[in-house]
């Protein structure tokens, strides 16, 4: 069986478009999966960053706190700066809590 030249380009023409379908798959798809691996690694990295930041800030303030609540001579003053050291205590636990 002998093939004109129609057919012949024809089929060649079929075969590239069938691979072009193909990358063209592929493509999407590895797209997709970077997309997913650029928001894990945000997630994971820049999140923790955030959260540490947190901590740390509300922990420098509760030791502020607890600094000025050793140096006050009032009690009532005392007990209060002593109050707000737990609450950023609290605050810096909660952040911890919430980026596990």
Do not use: C, H, P, W
Request: aromatic share 4%; glycine share 4%.
């Amino acid at each position: 069986m002998k093939l004109r030249i129609r057919e012949k380009l024809l089929g060649g023409f079929a075969i590239v478009l069938l691979l072009l379908a193909a990358i063209a798959i592929l493509s999407v798809t590895r797209l997709n999966q970077s997309a997913d691996r650029t928001q894990q690694l945000y997630e994971d990295n820049a999140l923790g960053i955030q959260a540490a930041l947190t901590i740390n800030q509300n922990m420098i303030a509760s030791a502020r706190e607890e600094k000025r609540a050793f140096l006050a001579s009032d009690d009532a003053a005392r007990d209060a700066l002593v109050e707000q050291s737990r609450e950023e205590m609290e605050v810096a636990q909660a952040a911890l809590a919430a980026y596990e």
